[in-house]
């Protein structure tokens, strides 16, 4: 089993920059690709970024490019979430995904298996 635990969620005002980190512990030989997604209140879970396993390949969403940067370093069993320019839509849980199944940088929930518990990221106007 793998455990992924995310923090650096926060409040912050518009224009404010927020990194997040997701540390993975456990049987982390067995995961791949890793992503982050976010859910705002009352909307669904969507896409942020995603990282492929060898950090190489790269996916942002629309709404967050120019803005985010998603890294990792494997031999840390961590990935961060660099988010700069941060606006008020921005406001979200944002949860840390592993997936078990692709090295590739997917951009879909069905690709992910391990999630984390979320953090909380509020961006004031």
């Known amino acids: 089993q793998v455990q992924l635990v995310e923090s650096g969620g926060g409040l912050v005002q518009a224009g404010g920059s927020l990194r997040l980190s997701c540390a993975a512990s456990?049987?982390?030989?067995?995961?791949?690709?890793m992503a982050w997604f976010r859910q705002a209140p009352g909307k669904g879970r969507e896409i942020a970024a995603a990282?492929?396993?060898?950090?190489?390949?790269?996916y942002y969403a629309d709404s967050v490019k120019g803005r985010f940067t998603i890294s990792r370093d494997n031999a840390k069993n961590t990935m961060w979430l660099q988010m700069n320019s941060l606006k008020p839509e921005d406001t979200a849980i944002y949860y840390c995904?592993?997936?078990?199944?692709?090295?590739?940088?997917?951009?879909?929930?069905?690709?992910?298996?391990?999630w984390g518990q979320g953090t909380q990221v509020t961006v004031s106007s």
């Open positions: 456990g049987r982390t030989s067995s995961t791949y690709a």
């Open positions: 995904a592993a997936s078990s199944r692709t090295t590739y940088a997917r951009s879909t929930i069905p690709n992910y298996d391990v």
């Open positions: 990282i492929s396993w060898s950090g190489a390949d790269t």
